[in-house]
């Protein structure tokens, strides 16, 4: 079940060149099953879709990127940042504190 209103994120790079992120957090449901991260990676003019489960990992929503490796290593550590800020988000609406949300300003 995809959430079709679902808020989506705009971040771009600034330690890789050429670089911007759009996610979305998916499949918003009772359980977290379901849950899921999905972004949009621009890479030097090329684009390409991560797409990262929500686990609950001690007891928090934690986002991780499926286990076989992506073409595109470099940008994954900062996508995964960008996934978690954007859980971070859904978990505490109310809180506009998170830092990665903010720095696309």
Same mark, same amino acid.
């Given at each position: *079940?995809?959430?079709?209103?679902? /808020?989506?994120?705009?971040?771009?790079?600034? #330690?890789? +060149?050429?670089?911007? &992120?759009?996610?979305?957090?998916?499949?918003?449901?009772?359980?977290?099953?379901?849950?899921?991260?999905?972004?949009?990676?621009?890479?030097?003019?090329?684009?390409?879709? *991560?797409?990262?489960?929500?686990? /609950?990992?001690?007891?928090?929503?934690?986002? #991780?990127? +499926?286990?076989?490796? &992506?073409?595109?290593?470099?940008?994954?550590?900062?996508?995964?940042?960008?996934?978690?800020?954007?859980?971070?988000?859904?978990?505490?609406?109310?809180?506009?504190?998170?830092?990665?949300?903010?720095?696309?300003?």
């Amino acid at each position: *079940m995809t959430n079709e209103k679902a /808020l989506t994120f705009n971040k771009t790079s600034k #330690t890789i +060149a050429n670089t911007r &992120y759009e996610g979305a957090y998916l499949n918003l449901d009772s359980s977290f099953d379901q849950h899921q991260v999905k972004v949009m990676v621009t890479h030097n003019n090329q684009k390409f879709e *991560m797409l990262m489960s929500v686990i /609950l990992q001690h007891g928090t929503p934690t986002a #991780t990127l +499926a286990s076989e490796p &992506y073409q595109y290593s470099e940008v994954q550590e900062e996508v995964l940042k960008f996934a978690q800020s954007i859980v971070g988000f859904h978990q505490d609406k109310d809180s506009y504190t998170l830092s990665l949300l903010n720095e696309h300003a």
